[in-house]
C-alpha cells in the first residue's frame, strides 16, 4: 500500500499546525507561501472553485466521501464481486485508515458495506494496510493484510468472514494467532514489508504467498509457504528480488498463456506453456516483469532482466498505482484495479471532501509475443453506453480537426480506429527517449507536425481551445520495426493554477505487415481521462480538472497535425449513463 505521507500531506500538517500554535515561527516562513499560493487563485475571476460535484466520476469506482487509495483483496465469492479499499473515514486526506467494502454483481454498480477490516488488535492497531484475498479449499475465502504493530513493525494479520452463508461477507474476525507472520530475519526492514500477494499452490501441495519488503537495502518479494494457510514459514529465498530499487509495494503474482484472453487461477493447476508475471509498486507507478515460475527452484525467473528500471514495462503509464489483480471465475477473466489520485492540491481535496478513485477494472492478459499484457475495459462497462455516434471513412490531413459532436462529452466512451495511408515518411526513433518517455511527449507534443502523426484525440476543450487533454500518437521508424508513441498531454487541461499536468507517455512496438490501423479507446468521465492504445498495449489514466467542466460544455475532436494523412476507417462514441456506485448502503 502507499501508507507513507507524502510531502504535500506534511505541508497541508504544518499550516493547520501553524494556525492553533503560534510558538512555530520557523515553520512558518515556509507555510505562509504556500498558503498564499494556494488560497490566491479561487479569487481570479476566470478560475471557479475546484468544490464542485461536477469533478466527480460518474463511473468510476469512489465513496460517497473521504479519502481511499489502494484497492484491496478483490475477489469473486458466490455470484458476488466484492472491492475492498484503503479508507479514511475521517477526511480526505490520507490517515486513520480502514478496509472499505463494496459489492457488486456486475463490477460497474456497487453498494456499499460497513468496513471489514479496523484497527482493533495489537498486531494492527497502527494500521489495517493492503492485503489480498485468497478462496482456499472447501470455497473459504480469507484475506492476508499488512497491519502495524504496537511497535509499528509491520507484520501480516488473517481475517475469515464470520458468517460465510451472508451473501455480502460483511463481517470479518480476526483469530487469536495474529499476526500471523512478524518481519524477522536478518537483513529484512520491519518499517518495509508489507502487500502480501494472493495466496497459490506450489509443485509439493503447499500454499504461497508473496511479500512485499526491503531486504538489505534491496527489494524482494519475499516467499512464504504453508500447509494449512494459517502457519506460515518464510523460504530461504526470495521469489524474486532485485538490486535496480530498495522496496516494493504490492506485488501481484499470476499465470497467463500467451494469446490466450482467458484467466488463469493462481491456485489451480497452471497449464503447459503458461508464464507468469510479477507486477510490483514503485516509482509512483505499476511495473512488471514476464516469465516463468521455475518449480524446481520455486522462484520466479524473469525473460529479461533490465537493470535500469526506468526501462521495465507498466502497466499503465499514467496516474495508476497500487494495483492488484484477482481471477474472476464466473467469466474466467482476470482482471485488473489499481488506484488513481487526485492531482490539484491537498487543500483542494479537504474543501472537496473527497480523493482518490480506482480505474475501471480490466480484463488482462498476455499477448501473444509474450511480452506485453494487454488490458481492456471490462466489457459490463458498455452496459452504460446510451447516445452513440458513428462516423465511417473520415480522412484527416494535417492540420485537420473533427468535432465530435451528438454525444455527452463529459462521460463518454469513443472507439477510434486510425489507419497510416503511408509509413514511409516516419521520423526516426530514437531509443534514448525511452529513459524520459514524458520528456519526449513534452517536446514532440500535439502541435509539432511529425512525418506520421501526432493525430488522436483532443478531449474535454473549451470552445477556444484554451483548456484541452489531448490522446495522441507518433509512429517512428526504428531498426527493423516500428514504434508508436502515445502521449496523454494534461499540460493545458485547465487553467487552474496548482495541479499536476505532467504529458504522460509510453512506446508500443507496431508490426506493419500484421496490422494498418491504430486503434485508441478513451474513456472520459469528468475529472478522468482512462486511455487504451493499440488495441490496450498501453493504457494511460490520467486526472483533469477543466474550469470549463463547471462553467459551460466541452468539446471533443479527432485530429491529425502529422504531414501524411490518416483514415478513420470507424469512429464511435458513446455518452455514458451514471453508474450506482456506492450511493446505496447495503
Ligand atoms: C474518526 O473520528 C472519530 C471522532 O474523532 C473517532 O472516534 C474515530 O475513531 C475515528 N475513526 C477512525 C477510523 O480513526
Ligand atoms: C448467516 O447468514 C445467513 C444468511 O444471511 C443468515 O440466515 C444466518 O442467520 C447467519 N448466521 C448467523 C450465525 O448470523
Ligand atoms: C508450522 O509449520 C512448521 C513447518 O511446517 C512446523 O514445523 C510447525 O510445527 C508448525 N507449527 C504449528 C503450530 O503447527
Ligand atoms: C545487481 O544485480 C545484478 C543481477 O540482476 C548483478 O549482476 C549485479 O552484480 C548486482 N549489483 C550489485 C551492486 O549487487
Ligand atoms: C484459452 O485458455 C482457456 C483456459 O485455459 C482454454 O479453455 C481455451 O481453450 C484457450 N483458448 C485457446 C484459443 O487456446
Ligand atoms: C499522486 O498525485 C501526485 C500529484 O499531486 C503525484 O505526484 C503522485 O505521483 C501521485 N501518485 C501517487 C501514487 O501518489
Ligand atoms: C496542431 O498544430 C497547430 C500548429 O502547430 C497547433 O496550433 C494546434 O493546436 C495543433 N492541434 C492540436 C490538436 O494540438
Known amino acids: 500500500m502507499a501508507l507513507v505521507l507524502r510531502p504535500w500531506a506534511f505541508l497541508l500538517f504544518l499550516v493547520l499546525v501553524s494556525y492553533d500554535e503560534s510558538g512555530l515561527q520557523s515553520r512558518r516562513n515556509g507555510v505562509a507561501q504556500a498558503t498564499q499560493r494556494v488560497f490566491l487563485y479561487p479569487q481570479s475571476p476566470k478560475v471557479s472553485s475546484i468544490v464542485s460535484t461536477k469533478y466527480r466520476t460518474a463511473y468510476h469506482f469512489q465513496p460517497p466521501k473521504n479519502w481511499i487509495n489502494d484497492p484491496n483483496g478483490p475477489m469473486y465469492y458466490n455470484g458476488i464481486y466484492h472491492q475492498f479499499y484503503q479508507y479514511n473515514p475521517n477526511g480526505s486526506l490520507w490517515g486513520n485508515i480502514v478496509w472499505g467494502h463494496s459489492v457488486s454483481t456486475d463490477l460497474i454498480n456497487w453498494i456499499r458495506l460497513e468496513p471489514a477490516i479496523e484497527r482493533t488488535i495489537p498486531s494492527d492497531i497502527n494500521g489495517c494496510w493492503t492485503g489480498s484475498a485468497t478462496i482456499l479449499k472447501g470455497n473459504r475465502p480469507a484475506i492476508i493484510y499488512t497491519g502495524a504493530d504496537t511497535e509499528k513493525r509491520q507484520v501480516q494479520n488473517i481475517v475469515f468472514p464470520k458468517n460465510v452463508s451472508d451473501p455480502y461477507l460483511r463481517e470479518w474476525i480476526k483469530p487469536d494467532n495474529n499476526p500471523l507472520i512478524q518481519p524477522i530475519g536478518q537483513g529484512l526492514n520491519s518499517g518495509q514489508f508489507r502487500d502480501p500477494t494472493t495466496g497459490w499452490i506450489g509443485p509439493d501441495g503447499l500454499w504461497r504467498i508473496a511479500v512485499g519488503a526491503e531486504l538489505n537495502g534491496y527489494s524482494a518479494a519475499l516467499l512464504y509457504k504453508s500447509e494449512d494457510f494459517v502457519n506460515w514459514t518464510r523460504v530461504d529465498h526470495s521469489l524474486y528480488s532485485s538490486n535496480a530499487s530498495t522496496m516494493w509495494e504490492c506485488p501481484d503474482f499470476f499465470a497467463v498463456l500467451p494469446g490466450n484472453n482467458s484467466g488463469l487461477d493462481l491456485s489451480a493447476a497452471i497449464p503447459n506453456g503458461a508464464k507468469h508475471v510479477l507486477k510490483m509498486s514503485l516509482d509512483n507507478c505499476d511495473k512488471y516483469m514476464v516469465g516463468v515460475y521455475d518449480l524446481k527452484s520455486d522462484t520466479f525467473v524473469p525473460d529479461t532482466i533490465l537493470d535500469d528500471r526506468r526501462l521495465w514495462s507498466r502497466i499503465d503509464y499514467g496516474n495508476y498505482y497500487a494495483s492488484k489483480s484477482f481471477f474472476d471465475s464466473k467469466r474466467g477473466r482476470r482482471i485488473i484495479w489499481g488506484w488513481t489520485n487526485e492531482t490539484d492540491s491537498s487543500l483542494d481535496d479537504v474543501a472537496k471532501g473527497w480523493a482518490g478513485i480506482h480505474a475501471i477494472p480490466r480484463t488482462i492478459w498476455l499477448d501473444s509475443n509474450s511480452k506485453q499484457l494487454l488490458q481492456w475495459p471490462v466489457e459490463e462497462v458498455e452496459s452504460l453506453r446510451s447516445e452513440e455516434v458513428s462516423h465511417q471513412g473520415l480522412e484527416l490531413k494535417q492540420g485537420d480537426l473533427f468535432d465530435i459532436k451528438g454525444?455527452?462529452?463529459?462521460?463518454?466512451?469513443?472507439?477510434?480506429?486510425?489507419?497510416?495511408?503511408?509509413?514511409?515518411?516516419?521520423?526516426?526513433?530514437?531509443?534514448?527517449?525511452?529513459?524520459?518517455?514524458?520528456?519526449?511527449?513534452?517536446?514532440?507534443?500535439?502541435?509539432?507536425?511529425?512525418?506520421?502523426?501526432?493525430?488522436?484525440?483532443?478531449?474535454?476543450?473549451?470552445?477556444?481551445?484554451?483548456?484541452?487533454?489531448?490522446?495522441?500518437?507518433?509512429?517512428?521508424?526504428?531498426?527493423?520495426?516500428?514504434?508508436?508513441?502515445?502521449?496523454?498531454?494534461?499540460?493545458?487541461?485547465?487553467l487552474r493554477p496548482e495541479l499536476y499536468t505532467p504529458a504522460y507517455g509510453g512506446f508500443f512496438e507496431f508490426d506493419l505487415e500484421k496490422e494498418s490501423t491504430i486503434s485508441l479507446r478513451t474513456l472520459i468521465d469528468r475529472s478522468a481521462v482512462e486511455s487504451f492504445g493499440g488495441g490496450g498495449r498501453l493504457c494511460i489514466m490520467a486526472r483533469v480538472y477543466p474550469v470549463t467542466l463547471i462553467n459551460g460544455g466541452t468539446r471533443m475532436y479527432a485530429f491529425n497535425n502529422g504531414t501524411s494523412t490518416v483514415k478513420v476507417p470507424q469512429l464511435k462514441a458513446w455518452s455514458m449513463r451514471r453508474a450506482q456506485v456506492n450511493v446505496k448502503k447495503g
Not at 450 to 476: C, I, K, Q
Request: with cysteine.
Open 407 to 494: 454525444i455527452d462529452t463529459l462521460q463518454a466512451d469513443v472507439e477510434i480506429d486510425f489507419e497510416l495511408t503511408s509509413i514511409d515518411s516516419a521520423d526516426p526513433f530514437d531509443p534514448s527517449w525511452l529513459l524520459d518517455i514524458e520528456k519526449h511527449c513534452r517536446e514532440a507534443d500535439a502541435s509539432v507536425h511529425g512525418g506520421v502523426g501526432p493525430f488522436g484525440l483532443v478531449v474535454l476543450a473549451s470552445d477556444n481551445m484554451e483548456e484541452h487533454t489531448s490522446v495522441h500518437f507518433r509512429v517512428y521508424k526504428s531498426q527493423e520495426k516500428y514504434m508508436v508513441l502515445m502521449c496523454s498531454d494534461l499540460r493545458k487541461s485547465s
